[in-house]
Each structure stands twice: as C-alpha cells, then as structure tokens.
Nanobody, 112 residues
C-alpha cells in the first residue's frame, strides 16, 4: 500500500524558512518521481516541484525557483522541500504526490 506522510508545516513569518518532509512507503522510492503540490485557500492545486531520486533530476515552478529546494534521502525514503524567503502568498496546504497517490497534506501559514 502506497503511503505518503507529510510533516513540517506550521506558522512562519514572511521571509522565514521552513522545511517540509514526506515519508514514503509501499513502493520503490527511487524509481518514481516525487512531487510537491500546493493548494492555497480558495484556489486550485498548483504544481511546485519534483524530484527523481534515482536520476537526481529536479524541477521547479517558476514562482519558487531560487527560493525552494527539493531533495531526497533514499535511505529514509523521504523527500524534503526546503522553503526560504517565504511570502504570504505561499500560504497553502502542501501535498506530497507519487504514483497518483496524495498524502493528507501539511499546512504552511506565512503570516506576521
């Protein structure tokens, strides 16, 4: 059974950092793309970033390039999203997605 469990969300001030984690199980972690998607209040889902930990390839939405970094630890079957210079517009529920499965999400609230 595929399971994706996100953690690390919370309240952060504008300009601050936050690191999200997604622990994966039930599939060969390094064989598939791991994706972060976010959904802001009242808006549709937005693709944020992706990584293939087997090849090392990464990709980012233009809106987060230079501020967010995706990485993976194959030994822990965990993908991370380091978010720096956060903006109030980054407030959203952040989901980890793989193989068409979604985690339950973790809320990031950027507010002063």
């Amino acid at each position: 059974e595929v399971q994706l469990v996100e953690s690390g969300g919370g309240l952060v001030q504008p300009g601050g950092p936050l690191r999200l984690s997604c622990a994966a199980s039930g599939f060969s972690f390094s064989s598939y793309d791991m994706i972060w998607v976010r959904q802001a209040p009242g808006k549709g889902p937005e693709w944020v970033s992706a990584i293939n930990s087997g090849s090392g390839s990464t990709d980012y939405a233009d809106s987060v390039k230079g501020r967010f970094t995706i990485s993976a630890d194959n030994a822990k079957n965990t993908v991370y999203l380091q978010m720096n210079s956060l903006k109030t517009g980054n407030t959203a529920v952040y989901y980890c997605v793989a193989l068409g499965y979604w985690g339950k999400g973790t809320l990031v609230n950027v507010s002063s």
